[in-house]
């Protein structure tokens, strides 16, 4: 049989084959047959096409052609090429395949091929990616709870709970656990414990030497093989039939059957029943959190507990009938089955808890089950820090929890899918998503410490510039969830990339969402001093920043029309056209139209309030006259500032007193026995000592009479509750004179009022407002400050995230003990790559990738490649990778890279050679860096941009390379996490 051979190659850009056809005659008979292979292999490939996913052929392709040797190529766009050289010409034929995604071997096999679909994917001679672990998209959910916090010193819960099953009943028990002791020789840590130490009765959950133990007491009990780690949230529990003499243990749906002698517990008299220590005698303390304890009086079945396990930290009871104990523990020692099994707490607090659960799926909707997740976080703390990492079970969940210790929060928590699909993160080293981190969430903690180093943000999509800005909170106290920051903007700086009216300017976060904002003045590219509120989201936490961005659209793009983007409503056109403060500030009113909203009452005697996109309030010259305007709710259930843009027409005019102020109630406006002139304030004019305190009826108010500005203009004027004082001020935004505030006593009205109080010597005009509004209190008063970075172009990056090296002096670097150090060894890296096409600092080129100072990716003289630190680069033409996004798979073996290195641009292999020095061989240190050469502080650093990094501990296969870059853009989502407050009994 004639045995013979083609190639199979694929290429990313297409190329036309040059044949020699001027002059020359072609052997028709050789082309003829040679466009027959070229339409066979086309009609093949249309087969596996047409067959759906999951067809899988091997091909033989006949030697009845007469063409002994040729080669086959396989364009993206799914043309077949064959061609011959014989002699000196060349013999080409072309066939059109249905193809459009294909992964194509290459390597040479012989005599035949082989075809698959894959959803889609056409794979010739190289196995498709496998379903399994093959992550599509990622949807993240939260519980939020609290736990007792046990400190393994003196910490415990005594239930003195009676109705626990004894005398050889039924029992189950199950909650959650976060253990912190340690793991030495006969270390005993009681989770739950009930029962008589006299006679030997008793029964306790317990965590020793770091493994699940039943215990009984004087007994052997039943240490089982279930190893409980610190640091760890776990489910774990036991069950246990009535009179048996076996029981199972469960920990995170895992179990293990081990004999116990037969429980039948007597009840002590005094601490019948504790949680975090041993029954009665009250030792074996917890170290740790525990949550969600539930009791039963009957052996749960093994799919009810793995149920309970998957209704999660806050899940209720799985069998309420037979449930007859529920401490959920969430702030306090209640029992919620409705048993009265109420605890009492000892030196135990109560942080809160949350769960967060990611959810994997395929493209068809199914879960990815052993598919890794890692997990980031802000303004709270993950069990590891501030990121974890966990594997998908067979519903495709993965877990992750956090903690606060402080002060009522939301936490930004992001959940990444690994991409890829053949098991590559078992051999992960180092996972680098840079989001807006340098984080490690494969798992190894071998997170990285950034220098200098930006990152790409996922502008909206109308959005073609943007500029950083870091708002820092520099007090001993966070921001509100909601708060709304000022800022204060040079429209100037920025002239070239706005609009006239600032009307194409927004804001938003590094995930891309826009940020509610609302232009208070200065809409004009000549301004030097503009006005913004946003609305912020995340807390702020004490003594941290959140770093926002400023965007800009086309100048001839109004992003004002979609009421997240806004702007004061004397601003515009037409009055309130593009307001969108009642989606900034926590109570806000424009005044629109001609009729008063269903926020406010009203009452008069004499004066009138009129509406026309705007409120205007007058009175007569008849002493006792007065008009006022209250809400129709309470707005104060916070520290607040209240602020108002009204006119001073009338302030200089005796006799009448214009205002507005924070009252307690609406008829207080007109109770016995205050005077009905006196509707915004009681006391003396401009009073400080009647806020707050003892004065339960207090008020706070700005009276306008006799206060500078004198001048008919229209000012902001401000009102805040602070401590003892009333605190005001106009045109401005001055620090508060205190560093404390507090909700009002009682339930608290805004109102605007105009009154006339003595004889009149004059006829004031009407009082005018443009809008009303309350704010959230900023941390001590100060407001957090604001530093604006440099105006960028919006990024073409195809993840929206990377970190960006400025070829001067970025870089990012880490330890890295689990990289592989031994000889002849090799380690994989596989990223994202943007490279501006620059040489950087200096001229000897950059490097974006090194394992060491002697084993690094070289960019240098037109080339990209290997180098082992001694001017050698063994590689590649890098003409074709400046200015775009490619994805680099990189091998580095221990040792003479000659033939051995491997090089993967976009998932194909490409050829190396020797461009620059002599062929070297490299040394690994257990240290990783990217963006520079690691101990120079002068040279290659790196010009451009990376994303994704994943760094493996062995080689990867041509195919693992490709489902490397096929997937390498893996699946996130975020989520705003709610954490409750800090609960000390």
Same mark, same amino acid.
């Given at each position: 049989?004639?045995?013979? /051979? ?14 020699? #056809? ?139 709970? *009676? ?87 469960y920990l995170n749906g895992q179990s293990e059957l081990g ?18 220590? #041993? ?107 501030a990121f974890a990492s966990n594997y998908t079970n067979q ?23 690994? $991409? ?17 981190? $340098? ?11 950034? *220098? ?75 301004? /030097? ?127 009448? #007193? ?126 957090? /400050? $604001? ?41 994989? $890296? ?23 100072? *002697? ?54 292999? #490409? ?72 609960h000390y009994p």
């Amino acid at each position: 049989m004639l045995v013979f /051979t083609f190639i199979i190659t694929i290429f990313i850009v297409l190329f036309a084959i040059v044949a020699s #056809r001027g002059g020359q005659v072609f052997n028709q008979q050789s082309f003829g047959q040679a466009q027959l292979v070229a339409e066979t292999v086309a009609q093949q490939i249309n087969s596996a096409v047409n067959s759906g996913s999951g067809y899988s052929a091997n091909i033989t392709l006949s030697s009845n052609y007469g063409v002994n040797n040729y080669n086959i190529s396989v364009l993206q766009n799914g043309e077949v090429i064959v061609y011959v050289t014989q002699a000196s010409q060349k013999i080409q034929a072309v066939a059109y395949s249905q193809a459009k995604s294909l992964l194509v071997s290459s390597s040479i096999s012989t005599g035949y091929m082989t075809l698959q679909n894959y959803m889609g994917l056409i794979c010739i001679d190289v196995q498709c990616p496998s379903s399994a672990g093959t992550a599509a998209s990622i949807t993240l959910s939260s519980q939020a709870a609290h736990a007792a916090r046990f400190n393994g010193v003196s910490s415990y819960i005594n239930t003195g709970a *009676t109705n626990i099953p004894t005398s050889s009943n039924a029992v189950s028990v199950f909650g959650w656990i976060y253990y912190t002791g340690n793991s030495l020789s006969n270390n005993q840590y009681t989770i739950y414990s009930y029962g008589s130490t006299s006679p030997s009765e008793q029964v306790s959950l317990n965590v020793y030497d770091g493994y699940l133990y039943l215990g009984e007491y004087n007994t052997a009990g039943f240490l089982s093989g279930l190893q409980v780690k610190p640091n760890i949230w776990y489910f774990v529990g036991y069950t246990y039939s009535a009179g048996a003499a076996q029981a199972t243990l469960y920990l995170n749906g895992q179990s293990e059957l081990g004999s116990v002698s037969a429980f039948d517990s007597l009840m002590p008299t005094y601490n019948k029943s504790v949680i975090g220590a #041993r029954s009665q005698v009250v030792s074996s303390y917890f170290q740790g959190d525990i949550a969600n304890l539930q009791v039963y009086n009957t052996q749960l079945s093994a799919p009810q507990e793995y149920s309970l396990y998957y209704e999660g930290i806050s899940g209720a009871p799985i069998a309420p009938a037979n449930a007859v104990a529920w401490w959920q523990l969430n702030g306090d020692t209640n029992d919620y089955s409705g048993n009265n099994n109420t605890g009492a707490p000892y030196s135990v607090v109560f942080p809160t808890v949350a769960q967060v659960s990611a959810k994997v799926t395929d493209q068809f909707g199914n879960p990815v089950n052993s598919m890794l997740v890692g997990f980031t976080t802000t303004n709270a703390t993950l069990t590891k820090n501030a990121f974890a990492s966990n594997y998908t079970n067979q519903n495709g969940m993965a877990y992750a929890f956090l903690t606060q210790n402080l002060t009522n929060a939301q936490a930004a928590v992001t959940a990444t899918a690994f $991409a890829g699909g053949v098991g590559e993160e078992k051999n992960l080293s180092i996972w680098w998503p840079l989001g807006n981190n $340098a984080y490690d969430i494969s798992g190894n903690n071998n997170t990285g410490t950034t *220098t200098n180093v930006l990152w790409v943000v996922k502008a909206p999509q109308q959005v073609k510039y943007y500029v950083p800005i870091n708002l820092t909170n520099s007090q001993n106290s966070s921001t509100q969830h909601g708060f709304q920051q000022m800022l204060t903007v040079n429209s100037v700086a920025y002239n070239s990339v706005e609009s006239n009216s600032l009307q194409n300017v927004d804001f938003f976060y590094a995930n891309g969402t826009v940020i509610p904002s609302w232009l208070e003045s200065g809409n004009s590219i000549t301004n /030097t001093n503009t006005i913004y509120w946003l609305k912020i989201a995340p807390i702020i936490a004490q003594g941290s920043k959140l770093t926002v961005y400023m965007g800009f659209a086309s100048n001839t793009v109004n992003l004002m029309n979609n009421k997240i983007t806004g702007e004061a409503p004397s601003l515009s056109a037409n009055y309130g056209q593009y307001d969108d403060g009642a989606s900034i500030f926590s109570f806000y009113d424009n005044f629109a139209g001609a009729t008063l909203s269903s926020k406010w009452v009203t009452a008069a005697s004499g004066g009138t309030a009129t509406i026309n996109n705007g409120l205007s309030l007058t009175v007569p010259e008849t002493v006792g006259d007065y008009v006022y305007v209250a809400s129709a709710s309470a707005i104060a259930s916070q520290p607040i500032i209240a602020e108002a843009f009204m006119n001073g027409n009338s302030i200089n005019v005796g006799g009448y #007193r214009l205002g507005f102020g924070l009252v307690p109630s609406q008829t207080y406006l007109l109770a016995s026995g205050v005077s009905q002139d006196h509707v915004s304030w009681q006391g003396t004019e401009l009073a400080t000592t009647e806020i707050l305190g003892s004065v339960q009826t207090g008020t706070a108010y700005v009276n306008l009479d006799g206060v500078n500005p004198v001048d008919s203009n229209y000012h902001i004027w401000g009102l805040e509750w602070l401590s003892g004082e009333a605190g005001y001020w106009y045109n401005g935004y001055p620090a508060p004179a205190t560093t404390t505030s507090d909700v009002p006593t009682d339930t608290t009205y805004l109102t605007l009022s105009y009154d006339a109080y003595t004889n009149i010597g004059g006829i004031p005009t009407a009082m005018e407002y443009y809008w009303v509004r309350t704010r959230a209190y900023p941390p001590n008063g100060i407001m957090p /400050t $604001a530093s604006f970075g440099t105006l960028y172009p919006a990024p073409q990056s195809l993840s929206g995230y990377g970190a960006v090296f400025n070829g001067k002096s970025s870089y990012i670097t880490a330890n890295a003990p689990g990289v592989n150090t031994i000889p002849n060894g090799y380690n994989t $890296a596989s990223f994202w790559m943007y490279w501006s096409g620059a040489n950087g600092l200096s001229s000897n080129g950059m490097i974006p990738f090194s394992l060491s100072s *002697t084993d690094f990716l070289w960019l240098y003289k037109n080339c990209f490649g290997f180098s082992a630190g001694s001017s050698d680069l063994y590689g590649i033409s890098s003409n074709s990778l400046a200015n775009g996004w490619v994805y680099v798979t990189a091998e580095l073996y221990n040792g003479a890279y000659t033939g051995s290195d491997n090089l993967y641009i976009n998932g194909v292999q #490409r050829g190396l050679s020797q461009c620059t020095g002599s062929a070297g061989s490299v040394t690994v240190a257990n240290s990783i860096g990217l963006g520079y050469e690691p101990g120079s502080s002068t040279n290659y650093f790196f010009n451009g941009s990376i994303y994704n990094l994943q760094v493996y501990n062995v080689p990867l296969s041509a195919t693992q390379a490709y489902q490397l870059y096929a997937g390498s853009i893996p699946p996130s989502s975020s989520i705003l996490v709610p954490l409750g407050i800090l609960h000390y009994p």
